[in-house]
């Protein structure tokens, strides 16, 4: 099992630009695929980004790709989220999550995924 603590998080202006990190202990997280899903108040835990940490493949979720970057480094077991260009709904609290056993097709579905971090807040102010 692998434990997972996000940081990073942090107010700032429309246009601006966060790095979150992810670091895992326990079990070498480079056996898993690691993602990272947002949650704003009131709505649906939402899948922002992925990495396959064998093949290195990603994937993302439209309303971020091009402007966001997932990225991991296997030696300090650590995943990272480049945010950039930042706007208003992005606002949410981020969790860092991994999943041994997901299932082709089903990267973006939060159940696939066994270990969760505790999460960071983001906060994008107009």
């Known amino acids: 099992q692998v434990q997972l603590v996000e940081s990073g998080g942090g107010l700032v202006q429309t246009g601006g630009s966060l790095r979150l990190s992810c670091v895992g202990s326990g079990r070498t997280v480079r056996d898993y695929v690691q993602a990272w899903f947002r949650q704003a108040p009131g709505k649906e835990r939402e899948f922002v980004a992925s990495i396959k940490w064998n093949s290195g493949s990603t994937d993302y979720v439209d309303s971020v790709r091009g402007r966001f970057t997932i990225s991991g480094d296997s030696a300090k077991n650590t995943a990272y989220l480049q945010m950039n260009s930042l706007k208003p709904e992005d606002t949410a609290v981020y969790y860092c999550?991994?999943?041994?056993?997901?299932?082709?097709?089903?990267?973006?579905?939060?159940?696939?995924?066994?270990?969760w971090g505790q999460g960071t807040q983001v906060t994008v102010s107009s």
């Open positions: 999550a991994a999943g041994v056993r997901v299932m082709y097709g089903r990267i973006k579905d939060p159940l696939q995924y066994d270990t």
